[in-house]
């Protein structure tokens, strides 16, 4: 079965900075935002693609808990615990 | 596509394994309730689920059969242990467990994630039945799923399930009978490519073009306003803290009652036995070692009980993981992880359960080093020791005992927090923590029967699990205390002084000393690693006291403490001195066996589980000679 749009969903970690993208921690919350790239130790990034973390879905911060971490995040209809050394490998546009 | 014949599956034969898989929270374990009535076994008795648990559905579901429920997994990049195993059964490169078809419990909220994990059930070609759950949280978000139009999209029958009130079950095991009769066709699953970005836009693409499900989702109103509160910035952690102390008021004061029926009961029953033939040593033996060994256990029944149904009742409303995520940050800069903390909560009842459910943290030097701290959690064995030793050293009020008592629980939490800490930063130094990225499921009402069950079924397997080594040991102390070699004679019952206990006992004596206690104190300290709380029934029994009497069995041990002298002289044995050092080597020590067992099964290393023996015990002894020496020497007797 053909894949739409894969070439669109590479992920190979880039090392071109888009300027347009942000880094997850900064986004304020319940701003929806899209994931650009995920850039960070090879197991870990691949472990949050296989959550759903993947570029171009659709995730929202949801809450900060007490001691600043972890964020709260939402990603296809789950809400999952990200630490912010977890967020920060996650750019978003 | 791939396809399948039925008929070396047949639904009848006995061996046939019907596996439930799914990923966490997805109401599998609910699942598994409601298709075996509750009547499946652990084969670890689990603090939350962390193991296999087995079961045969019930007559209602037709010809009964073999079911599995598997641990969920997340994901099958970097899996925790628990995880890994669950993948092993799936792929079917478990020794012990083949799945012949699978039940793949889908939550209707979560359509992509889960039928993403669904393409490596899809791909094992095995017959395979999907349950939509949750469905009742679609309002939530605003949705509606057509679980014909998934079946139709998928090529896989799709029944909705709500295992909580059993609706659907029936249909559920319909379709898989239907599905071992005909020739099996279909199943797009397993076409869900096994890069993630590729099978997420697969997943995407087969949704959208089935049309199965209405409308984007809204995000879930309840949830947010509940974790608004929860996760509060001032009001997240007086939350946190109220819940666990509610938790620890319930286990003790909720269990009392209990715990004092039991007691009493187990008394008459010791008592009858004797009772029926005063003289004969069988009957002694049945009543003080057998029938009071049983009942020390029992005792603690009420409280392990209430643990475990207030901890089902947490996980299963979603309060559980929230606090793991609240603890994150503290537990992480100690080298630990917030899955740490459900182990850390279950070690204040027992370590045994509280080492299985370390199953869940993903990386073995952050497990091993929970683990690790998890004998100084003050278990509830160690209560009747405290209860005991706090009532002869502060015989005065009650509430000082109280608050000793609750000083000592926060302590040891506390040197398990500095001996995490100072552990991770000598041994694992220049290690990266290991991933978070824990789920926060949806918060929902609690169903009490289905929690009841769950509850029943995690504590009668701890209890039979933990109950026949203490009865053992219980038996045999009881023996080698009231037998003995006396030469020229045949083995025989034989006062105290000249028992095989005494023997082992006196050998011992120069270790005892320095803690201020004698040989019969050290009888009790050696009989405790079955189990803690057997210190106190051998106290009973080395101090010689007879529950016939009116008072209570605690009152009489109090009263023969408090005249009990080294032998020859008029030096009593407990003084403040020597009843803080003990509190301090009970806070230590670890004294239990079952604990070591399962330590070293669970690291796989003799070395370890040795080690960590070694460590705690030595450290007990060593502080609480400290303790007593320095006490003595500021003049406290």
Known sequence: MKVENDSRFHLQQLTVTVPSAQLLSSIPLNKAVRIDRLDGPHQDCARLLDLGFTPGEEITITQRVPLGDPLIVRVRGALLALRRREAAWIWVE | ?637
């Open chain 2, 1 to 637: 596509m791939s396809t399948q014949t039925a008929e070396n599956t047949p639904a009848t034969s006995k061996d046939h394994v019907v596996c439930l898989v799914g990923m966490p929270n997805s109401g599998k374990t609910t699942l598994m309730n409601a298709l075996t009535g509750g009547n499946f076994k652990t084969a670890n008795y689990a603090g939350v689920t962390v193991s296999l648990l087995r079961g045969r559905s019930k007559p209602e579901f037709g010809t009964p059969r073999n079911i599995v429920d598997l641990p969920g997994v997340h994901s099958s990049v970097a899996p925790s242990p628990e995880e890994e195993l669950a993948v092993e059964v799936i792929e079917g490169r478990h020794p012990k467990v083949k799945p012949d078809a699978f039940i793949l419990v889908v939550d209707a909220t979560q359509l992509e994630r889960h039928l993403k994990f669904g393409g490596l059930v899809g791909r094992q070609g095995k017959p395979t039945v999907i349950a939509l759950t949750m469905s009742d949280l679609l309002v939530r978000t605003g949705q509606s799923v057509s679980a014909l139009k998934l079946a139709n999209a998928l090529g896989i029958p799709v029944i909705p399930v709500d295992p909580r009130t059993g609706r659907g079950v029936k249909e559920l095991v319909a379709a898989l009978d239907g599905l071992s009769g005909l020739l099996w066709v279909g199943n797009t699953l397993a076409d869900v490519p096994t890069e993630p970005v590729a099978a997420f836009a697969h997943i995407q693409d087969i949704l959208r073009r089935s049309g199965a499900v209405t409308r984007t989702a809204q995000p879930d109103s309840l949830t947010s306003r509940i974790d608004r509160f929860v996760l509060h910035r001032y009001l997240g952690f007086p939350v946190f803290f109220l819940v666990l102390i509610s938790l620890f008021a319930a286990i003790f004061w909720m269990a009392q009652p209990f715990m004092d029926l039991i007691e009493a009961a187990f008394a008459i029953a010791a008592d009858t036995v004797k009772g029926l033939a005063p003289e004969s040593v069988l009957m002694r033996f049945l009543g003080d070692g057998v029938i009071a060994g049983v009942g020390a256990v029992a005792v603690f029944f009420p409280q392990i009980m209430i643990l475990f149904f207030l901890m089902t009742l947490l996980e299963d409303s979603g309060y559980l993981a929230r606090g793991a995520a609240l603890v994150d940050r503290p537990l992480s800069y100690l080298g630990l992880h917030g899955r740490s903390f459900v182990p850390m909560l279950s070690g204040f009842a027992c370590a045994i359960p509280a080492v299985f459910a370390a199953r869940a943290i993903p990386a073995r030097r952050e497990r091993l080093l929970t683990i690790w701290i998890l004998p100084l959690m003050s278990c509830s064995a160690r209560l009747p020791v405290y209860a005991l030793l706090l009532a002869a050293l502060l015989p005065a009020a009650a509430w000082q005992a109280g608050l000793s008592l609750a000083v000592i629980y926060v302590s040891s939490l506390l040197i398990g927090a500095a001996v995490a800490g100072i552990a991770a930063r000598i041994f694992m130094r220049h290690r990266q923590p290991s991933l978070l990225a824990m789920e926060l499921p949806a918060y929902r009402a609690p169903r009490w029967w289905p929690i009841l069950r769950m509850t029943w079924a995690r504590g009668s397997a701890y209890l039979k699990r933990a109950g026949v080594p203490i009865m053992i040991v219980s038996a045999v102390l009881w023996g080698i205390s009231n037998f003995g070699y006396v030469p020229g004679a045949p083995i025989a019952s034989t006062p105290m002084e000249q028992s095989f206990a005494s023997g082992l006992g006196q050998r011992l004596e120069p270790v005892l000393r320095p803690m201020g206690v004698d040989w019969r104190v050290g009888v009790g300290l050696i009989s405790a690693f079955a189990a803690r709380e057997v210190f106190v029934s051998s106290m009973a029994i080395v101090f010689h006291v007879d529950s016939d009497d009116e008072e209570t069995q605690q009152k009489g041990l109090l009263k023969q403490m408090n005249s009990a002298t080294f032998p020859g002289t008029t030096q009593r044995i407990f003084t403040p001195a020597s009843i803080i050092g003990l509190i301090v080597f009970f806070f230590f020590s670890l004294q239990c066996f079952s604990t070591v067992a399962v330590v070293r099964k669970e690291m796989n290393s003799w070395k370890l589980a040795g080690l960590q023996l070694l460590f705690y015990t030595g450290l007990g002894y060593a502080l609480a000679v400290l303790s007593v020496q320095t006490l003595r020497a500021f003049g406290v007797a």
